[in-house]
């Protein structure tokens, strides 16, 4: 069966580097979104990106913060200078035509912001 | 607003036990998903109930929907230790775009 993958699994950054967040959503999916967990706390929503554009993003997904469709594959999400509050799990989700349809998941790349 | 509120936050029970938990939330929304997740591993998607839907059902999953109370519960039955992880039910909002809204989570622990 089809499914998000993500790298890497870990990240360990010092505060102040860029980080880039790589993400292969299922194939044939339209809409990407990226989400965050910091630990012990509630899964949060920062951006969804549909057809080489931002469609919707949230106050945490701040000017820090960026993504970018390379190719026909990859989803990737950059921070560009990391903070120790970036510190989370972030995952990668993908659905197949947005509104109304199961959102899948990527197993999720931890960062640890030193 | 908050959304997706879970209860009880944790639950232990007995193998062979039916687990039920149950998700509140505070705006309309158009489906509300819920989701499995094993500690410190990715969120495993279980099941999308629509708000035109009362109950949806898939293997030992029930999983009702009464957006009249704005509430929803996920029934696990006849549970198994491999069971054992965080549920969080998401719901993607009417006029919110396709972004899901977490609530904190139930853990549950099967105990063999």
């Known amino acids: 069966e089809p499914e998000v993958t993500q790298t890497p699994s870990h990240q360990v950054t010092q505060m102040g580097q860029e980080v880039i967040l790589r993400c292969v959503p299922i194939?044939?999916?339209?809409?990407f979104y990226w989400y965050r967990q910091i630990l012990g706390q509630k899964v949060e929503f920062l951006v969804s990106?549909?057809?080489?554009?931002?469609?919707?993003k949230s106050e945490i997904f701040d000017d820090q913060f960026s993504v970018e469709r390379p190719d026909g594959s990859n989803f990737t999400l950059k921070i560009r200078s990391t903070k120790l509050e970036d510190s989370a799990m972030y995952f990668c989700?993908?659905?197949?035509?947005?509104?109304?349809?199961?959102?899948?998941f990527g197993p999720g790349t931890r960062l640890t912001v030193t | 607003s908050q959304q997706g509120e879970e209860d009880p936050q944790a639950l232990s029970i007995q193998e062979g036990e039916n687990a039920t938990m149950n998700c509140s939330y505070k705006?309309?929304?158009?489906?509300l998903q819920w989701y499995r997740q094993n500690s410190g591993r990715g969120l495993v998607h279980l099941i999308l109930?629509?708000?035109?839907?009362r109950e949806k059902h898939s293997g030992r999953l029930r999983v009702t929907l009464d957006t009249s109370k704005k509430s929803s519960s996920l029934l696990i039955t006849a549970s198994r230790a491999a069971d054992t992880a965080s549920y969080f039910c998401a719901t993607e909002g009417e006029t919110s775009g396709s972004r899901l809204t977490f609530g904190e989570g139930t853990q549950l622990t099967v105990n063999p």
């Open positions: 990106f549909y057809n080489n554009e931002i469609s919707e």
């Open positions: 705006t309309s929304i158009n489906n």
């Open positions: 194939s044939n999916h339209l809409y």
């Open positions: 989700a993908s659905n197949r035509l947005a509104r109304g349809y199961e959102q899948y």
């Open positions: 109930i629509r708000s035109n839907e």
